[in-house]
């Protein structure tokens, strides 16, 4: 079945760097299109980035310039390298992948960035 784990997130001091892993399993890695989501506390799960199998990369404007998103197929992994964090950034960051033939979404289970000093 379907796996993305999550790992990487912790607290930081505004200004600083986290770099988000996701590991995934149960599917051909190097065929779909990954995505980062983020879910803050009262708010609505958001698209953060998003990268194609072919390398595409899609932010959104609150993250240009400061995050990168990136994948590794031969480890079947996808990658948010988060710059000049802020504290509007808190959130719980989510892997997550549309496999088609199934027509379902997939989630990591998350993992809780804190910007605070």
């Known amino acids: 079945q379907v796996q993305l784990v999550e790992s990487g997130g912790g607290l930081v001091q505004p200004g600083g760097s986290l770099r988000l892993s996701c590991a995934a399993s149960?599917?051909?890695?190097?065929?779909?299109?990954m995505g980062w989501y983020r879910q803050a506390p009262g708010k609505q799960r958001e698209l953060v980035a998003s990268?194609?199998?072919?390398?595409?990369?899609n932010y959104a404007n609150s993250v240009k310039g400061r995050f990168t998103i990136s994948r590794d197929n031969a480890k079947n992994a996808v990658y948010l390298q988060m710059n000049s964090l802020e504290p509007e950034d808190t959130a719980v960051y989510y892997c997550?992948?549309?496999?088609?033939?199934?027509?379902?979404?997939?989630w990591g289970q998350g993992t809780q960035v804190t910007v605070s000093s």
């Open positions: 997550n992948v549309y496999i088609g033939s199934t027509r379902s979404n997939y």
């Open positions: 990268i194609t199998s072919g390398g595409i990369t």
């Open positions: 149960g599917f051909i890695f190097r065929l779909y299109v």
